[in-house]
């Protein structure tokens, strides 16, 4: 097994296809986009509006099934604008339903590898803990996404450099 595993950057144009989900899906007016750079990176950008119950803006794309348990977990390299970001994992193809996150903050326009263990993703349900959920299985990853929703409305930006995976502990996991 590899010791890590890049799921997704924005040079291979092979990689994934990426959509945004804003709250517009509930009537919220927040809006954003994916755009490729110049430098082969992503960048997710837009405004975070709080109006009409809104308050998130999201980036996922679909990885069909993917068996991720060899791997320990998730590493992403980013550079933000200060913001708290979620990475997010789903279990399943649907659109709507259980989601997998893990928090991390960005600082303003500084590069950061950030990594988080499987076990560190917690269930969440249109932004609370469901009754019962199980925790992320590794082995059966469908989906992956980054989504803004930190309640402090206007604009933000996340470069993203890649998203993979991880296999062995170093004193750089937070």
């Known amino acids: 097994m590899d010791a890590s595993r890049h799921l997704a950057d924005f040079r291979d144009q092979g990689a994934p296809q990426w959509f945004v989900v804003n709250d517009g899906v509930?009537?919220?007016?927040?809006?954003?986009?994916?755009r490729l750079t110049e430098e082969g990176t992503g960048m997710f950008s837009g405004v975070l509006?709080?109006?009409?119950?809104?308050?998130?803006?999201?980036?996922r794309t679909k990885l069909g099934l993917t068996d991720l348990s060899g791997y320990a977990g998730m590493e992403i390299r980013v550079r933000g604008d200060g913001r708290t970001y979620q990475l997010r994992l789903r279990s399943d193809d649907r659109f709507d339903g259980v989601s997998y996150r893990t928090l991390f903050e960005t600082r303003d326009g500084e590069w950061l590898t950030i990594r988080r263990k499987f076990s560190e993703f917690e269930p969440t349900f249109?932004?609370?803990?469901?009754r019962g959920a199980a925790p992320l299985d590794p082995s059966r990853?469908?989906?992956?996404?980054?989504?803004?929703?930190?309640?402090?409305?206007?604009?933000?930006?996340?470069?993203?450099?890649?998203?993979?995976?991880?296999?062995?502990?170093?004193?750089?996991?937070?």
Request: aromatic share 6%.
């Open 26 to 34: 509930m009537g919220g007016l927040s809006r954003s986009e994916i």
């Open 49 to 59: 509006s709080l109006e009409n119950s809104g308050g998130f803006a999201s980036l």
């Open 126 to 130: 249109r932004g609370r803990k469901p």
């Open 141 to 174: 990853i469908h989906q992956m996404g980054l989504l803004v929703a930190d309640k402090q409305p206007g604009a933000f930006r996340l470069e993203i450099d890649y998203i993979g995976t991880w296999s062995t502990a170093s004193k750089e996991d937070r």
